[in-house]
């Protein structure tokens, strides 16, 4: 009996001995909005995270609150945990956002935890146009060209069409 006990605990002592530990990284943070009420769902916007050297990218979306967690893209090759040089960007979501560019990206740096990462600035956004901002271009220009054609008066026995058939086309005439 002591025999089989033995056995069954070195089984389980090997079997622990291949498990490795995880050396996936993880990124935590939260995004916030500049304009919103407090009870505003956050859920179902984009952030995309994007590492220098690696070719992947991650992308997260947000809960309720505000908050995301994804794992960060590293290569196949890598081993070791070297130093991360990544960049969480605000991508949108189902409803117009507004942000400057400041805080539209955000550098990935360390956390407390172990193989946790959180954003060093905030990712903000507004759901309406800042109009106050010098920099705000939100709508299309207000000024439109007209898109009315010129129509030159024809003598009708010339036989010609409308002159705003070829007035505004100038013809290229070069060498072949």
Known sequence: M???????ALFFLLGLARIQLSTCQVLKGKISC??????????GIKVLVKCDQVKKLATA??????????ELPTTDTSKTLKPLN???????????????????VSKVVKA?????????????FSTSC????????????????SSKTINLPLPPEWGLAPSSYYVPFFPIIGIP
């Open 2 to 8: 002591a025999l089989r006990s033995l056995v069954t």
């Open 112 to 124: 407390h935890e172990l193989n946790s990462y959180t954003i060093s600035t905030p990712l903000a």
């Open 61 to 70: 979306t947000t809960e309720e609150n505000g908050s995301f967690k994804v």
């Open 86 to 104: 990544c960049l969480a960007k605000l991508l949108g979501g189902t409803n117009q956002l507004y942000a400057r560019k400041k805080n539209l």
């Open 34 to 43: 500049l304009d919103c009420n407090r009870g505003y769902d956050f859920s």
């Open 130 to 145: 800042p109009l106050a901002s010098k920099d705000a271009k939100c709508g299309a220009p207000n000024k439109t060209g």
